[in-house]
C-alpha cells in the first residue's frame, strides 16, 4: 500500500534551535518527494522537490535529504524563527496509470517558542 | 494570475443544500488538484485533471462530489445535499504538466455546513 508516514506528530523548540523532521514512503513507483510548509488557515507552500537522484536539496534555512534506498527524507530547519511555527507536509509523487498521484504525509506540527 | 485563486474564501451551508466551489489555477497551468482538508488532519486527495485527458476521480468520496473543468482553465467542485461531515477546506492546486514542477496551492475553500 502506498503511504507516507510523518514523525514526529508534533513538536515544540525554542526559537533559535534547529530541528529535524522526518518522513518515511512505502510508495511506488517512487517519482519524486516535496516538503511543503503549511500555516494555520492557510494552502500550503513549495519548500523543495527532490527526484530519487538527489541526495540533498536546500531552501535558505531549509534543508531536505533523502535515502531513496530506505525510503527515508529528513526537513532540517537551522536557526529556527518564530514564522517557521507551522505544519510541515511530506508529499510523495507516483506515477501510476497514466496520472500523477500525490500521496500526503499526515504533517508534523512544529511550533516554535520564543 | 499570480496565484490559484478560489472562491469563495468562506461558505456557510444549511444541511441538504449544494455548493459550487471555484478554483481559477495559474494560467498555463495544465494540471489540476482538488483536496479536502477537515480540520486537523492531513490533505484528502478528490480530483486531478490533466490537460485533456480523462480526469482521475478516484478520490471523490461520494456520488455527491462532481467536478468539471473547462479546458485548462477554472475548475468547479460541487457538493450535492451537503452534510455536517463535508465541512472542510477544499483545496485547489495546480502545475505545469511535467511530473516535477512545482504544485501551487490556493488558499482554500473553507465550508461549514450547519
Known amino acids: 500500500k502506498n503511504q507516507v508516514e510523518q514523525s514526529p506528530q508534533s513538536l515544540i523548540i525554542l526559537e533559535g534551535k534547529n530541528c529535524t523532521l522526518q518522513?518515511?514512503?512505502?510508495?511506488?513507483?517512487?517519482?519524486?518527494l516535496r516538503w511543503y510548509k503549511q500555516d494555520t488557515g492557510r494552502g500550503p507552500v513549495s519548500l523543495t522537490i527532490?527526484?530519487?537522484?538527489?541526495n540533498t536539496k536546500s531552501n535558505g534555512r531549509y534543508t531536505a535529504t533523502l535515502d531513496a534506498d530506505t525510503k527515508q527524507s529528513s526537513l532540517h530547519i537551522t536557526a529556527s524563527q518564530l514564522s517557521d511555527s507551522a505544519s510541515y507536509i511530506c508529499?510523495?509523487?507516483?506515477?501510476?496509470?497514466?496520472?500523477?498521484?500525490?500521496?500526503f504525509g499526515a504533517g508534523t506540527r512544529l511550533a516554535v517558542h520564543p | 494570475g499570480a496565484g490559484v485563486s478560489q472562491s469563495p474564501s468562506n461558505k456557510v451551508t444549511e444541511k441538504g443544500k449544494d455548493v459550487e466551489l471555484r478554483c481559477d489555477p495559474i494560467?498555463?497551468?495544465?494540471?489540476l488538484y482538488w483536496y479536502r482538508q477537515r480540520l486537523g488532519q492531513g490533505l484528502e486527495f478528490l480530483i486531478y485533471?490533466?490537460?485533456?485527458?480523462?480526469?482521475?476521480k478516484s478520490g471523490l468520496p461520494s456520488d455527491r462530489f462532481s467536478a468539471e473543468r473547462t479546458g485548462e482553465s477554472v475548475s468547479t467542485l460541487t457538493i450535492q445535499r451537503t452534510q455536517q461531515e463535508d465541512s472542510a477546506v477544499y483545496l485547489c492546486?495546480?502545475?505545469?504538466?511535467?511530473?516535477?514542477?512545482?504544485?501551487?496551492f490556493g488558499e482554500g475553500s473553507w465550508l461549514t455546513v450547519v
Open positions: 527532490m527526484t530519487f537522484s538527489e
Open positions: 518522513c518515511n514512503y512505502t510508495v511506488s513507483p517512487f517519482s519524486n
Open positions: 508529499v510523495v509523487t507516483l506515477f501510476s496509470g497514466g496520472y500523477n498521484k500525490l500521496i
Open positions: 485533471f490533466q490537460g485533456n485527458s480523462a480526469p482521475d
Open positions: 494560467s498555463g497551468h495544465t494540471a
Open positions: 492546486a495546480s502545475s505545469l504538466e511535467h511530473l516535477g514542477n512545482t504544485i501551487y
